[in-house]
């Protein structure tokens, strides 16, 4: 951690998980952190961040957004990245706002965990070897798309991004673990859940996983406003770009 933390000031991408918990509680003993939670109202990201930086005693500051806000991002990520995937845009979202409202110059987040730990619910009925391979080509996959979609996202906004679990001596130590150790015979991610553990995360080690674009509500805003337009989400975002470009 000490190689991805050197500033004294570090805003963390939270959304009260697994991930953003153990990136929030190493970086907490190495700088001054604010924990950002993103999401419309009433959203179950935004009461998962409360609860769970609760718990930790870390600053958190909620960022709502309205349908505004969601399609404005939409419109402009289309424009940054040339990316027109209505899913990875949907996740991307929260990473947009952050970028654009915190006040620190450095953001963490924990992405890559879930291809590292098999995160994925698709992942438990697959043999190792199928596993194994699986993860791998998801993870460079998110190396290739999304990663570097949210580079230039928060390059924009005049931030830096780092990913804790991409760091190449964690990728090393995870890859020297056999794939069933590392992710559990009986849950996901059932090592970085003992992990949590012994950093201090008592109960939020056990919580459920909820994907970006579902749990900060973005996908329903999307949905909402595609049958609307009497269009499908990818329509929307076509539709989204024929306008912006």
């Given at each position: 951690?000490r190689q991805?933390?050197?500033?004294?000031?570090?805003?963390?991408l939270?959304?009260?998980?697994?991930?953003?918990?153990?990136?929030?509680?190493?970086?907490?003993?190495?700088?001054?952190?604010?924990l950002?939670?993103?999401?419309?109202?009433?959203?179950?990201?935004?009461?998962a961040?409360?609860?769970?930086?609760?718990?930790?005693?870390?600053?958190?500051?909620?960022?709502v957004?309205?349908?505004?806000?969601?399609?404005?991002?939409?419109?402009?990520?289309?424009?940054?990245?040339?990316?027109?995937?209505?899913?990875?845009?949907?996740?991307?979202?929260p990473l947009?706002?952050v970028?654009?409202?915190?006040?620190?110059?450095?953001?963490?987040?924990?992405?890559?965990?879930?291809?590292?730990?098999?995160?994925?619910?698709?992942?438990?009925?697959?043999?190792?070897?199928?596993?194994?391979k699986?993860?791998?080509l998801?993870?460079?996959?998110?190396?290739?798309?999304?990663?570097?979609?949210?580079?230039?996202?928060?390059?924009?906004?005049?931030?830096?991004?780092?990913?804790?679990?991409?760091?190449?001596?964690?990728?090393?130590a995870?890859?020297?673990i056999?794939?069933?150790?590392?992710?559990?015979?009986?849950?996901?991610?059932?090592?970085?859940r003992?992990?949590?553990?012994?950093?201090?995360?008592?109960?939020?080690?056990?919580?459920?996983?909820?994907?970006?674009?579902?749990?900060?509500g973005v996908?329903?805003?999307?949905?909402?406003?595609?049958?609307?337009?009497?269009?499908s989400?990818?329509?929307?975002?076509?539709?989204?770009?024929r306008?912006?470009?």
């Amino acid at each position: 951690m000490r190689q991805v933390v050197d500033e004294d000031q570090i805003g963390v991408l939270f959304s009260g998980g697994l991930d953003s918990t153990i990136v929030a509680i190493l970086a907490s003993e190495l700088s001054e952190v604010t924990l950002y939670t993103v999401g419309v109202e009433n959203s179950y990201d935004l009461d998962a961040g409360r609860t769970a930086s609760e718990l930790l005693r870390i600053p958190w500051k909620p960022l709502v957004i309205r349908r505004e806000d969601v399609l404005d991002a939409v419109r402009e990520m289309v424009v940054l990245t040339s990316n027109r995937n209505p899913v990875n845009l949907s996740f991307e979202i929260p990473l947009f706002v952050v970028s654009k409202y915190a006040k620190e110059h450095l953001l963490l987040s924990g992405q890559v965990a879930d291809e590292l730990f098999a995160g994925y619910a698709r992942y438990m009925s697959m043999t190792a070897e199928e596993k194994k391979k699986q993860m791998d080509l998801d993870l460079a996959k998110l190396i290739d798309l999304v990663i570097e979609h949210e580079r230039v996202i928060a390059e924009y906004h005049g931030r830096v991004i780092r990913y804790p679990f991409l760091q190449p001596p964690v990728l090393e130590a995870v890859n020297s673990i056999p794939v069933e150790e590392r992710t559990g015979y009986g849950c996901t991610k059932e090592l970085l859940r003992d992990v949590a553990r012994l950093v201090g995360a008592g109960e939020l080690a056990d919580r459920k996983k909820k994907a970006a674009q579902y749990g900060s509500g973005v996908m329903r805003v999307l949905k909402a406003e595609a049958k609307k337009r009497g269009t499908s989400v990818r329509g929307l975002v076509a539709e989204i770009a024929r306008d912006a470009l």
